[in-house]
DNA sequence: GCAATAAGGTTGTAGCTACAACCTTTTGCT
DNA sequence: AGCAAAAGGTTGTAGCTACAACCTTATTGC
């Protein structure tokens, strides 16, 4: 089984993938941790959560929302749920099942922290960015994220 | 000072940006975890001398290429060198410096592990999107790279 | 010349994630 | 009904990364 390399192009853009998958979490994380002590997937928790009914998901939904495993959901709400943001509580319509929803403390700290976040994400991302380039962006993320994910278990962001 | 939002468009392109950025190195790890016991990042490593003269380069020029710090890298190429991988020795025109030399296994290794890596690559990334969206991909990841890095301290993959 | 500072690396450790094991409740089958 | 399998979560732990502290050798300033 002979293999097909890249080519100048295509090692290009994956060389510059790569570096951005290596170096922008970092960005992300160490701006969140000065000014509110929070990671950038605690963030997301947080906002994910900020969105629902009441501010409250079932730990399966959060978990596909934040596109992460089940196992690493659980231990970052504990320790948020530690820290007063979020708590736990057992659905009633499956017994199984938990509940996760905001603190009123919760959401008056992502209310804090948004605006900073927000203009993180600008600095690096939206304005270095044309307006074509961002549309670009959406269409070849959404591609991706069909191949790695491609039954939609995780998060559902990419589907038209 | 108020915040500027994200409109639509704009959120779009991050939420599926930020879900790219949480599970495509998972599916590179898993990967290489499975058919080398390698990391991305230290298939990464690997690759990176495999391409250098000798072999061999500076720990801190190393760092650079793979878009790390100088503390990961040390704790990473130390483990390799356990595995005989990889070996250091004291840099003759700098007492400072180290250097990080691939080993005739490690050489041996990235290339039968290579294949299955590119495969990865272009099952995931390269053949989901168009020439057209490589392109585009390579200008956009360039223009994060450029904001992300300023200084252009570490990689330098994103320069024209 | 010789401190002071910078450059190059290493080491220790806290904290986060992946993976596996486990428990409980629900669903499906017959 | 009753039992097996699936769904929903939690917990334990190994391993990797970030951050800070530290050591050694070069370079700079005066």
Chains 1, 2 share one sequence.
């Not at 002979?2 to 570096?19: G, I, K």
């Not at 749920?81 to 959401?107: K, M, Q």
């Amino acid at each position: 089984m002979s293999t097909r390399w890249l080519d100048d192009t295509e090692m290009t853009a994956w060389l510059r993938l790569a570096a951005v998958l290596e170096l922008l979490p970092g960005v992300l994380d160490s701006q969140l941790r000065r000014d509110a002590e929070l990671t950038h997937y605690e963030y997301f928790v947080m906002a994910m959560l900020s969105e629902a009914p009441k501010r409250t998901l079932r730990m399966t939904a959060l978990a596909q929302r934040t596109n992460a495993t089940l196992p690493r959901l659980s231990h970052v709400v504990k320790r948020l749920e530690d820290r007063g943001i979020v708590e736990r509580f057992p659905c009633p319509e499956d017994a199984r099942a938990t509940n996760a929803r905001l603190t009123a403390a919760g959401w008056k700290k992502i209310r804090a922290t948004a605006p900073g976040h927000v203009a993180t994400v600008r600095q690096h991302i939206i304005n270095v960015l044309t307006p074509e380039q961002l549309a670009q962006l959406a269409d070849i993320t959404g591609a991706i994220l069909k191949s790695v994910d491609p039954e939609g278990n995780l998060s559902e962001v990419y589907q038209r």
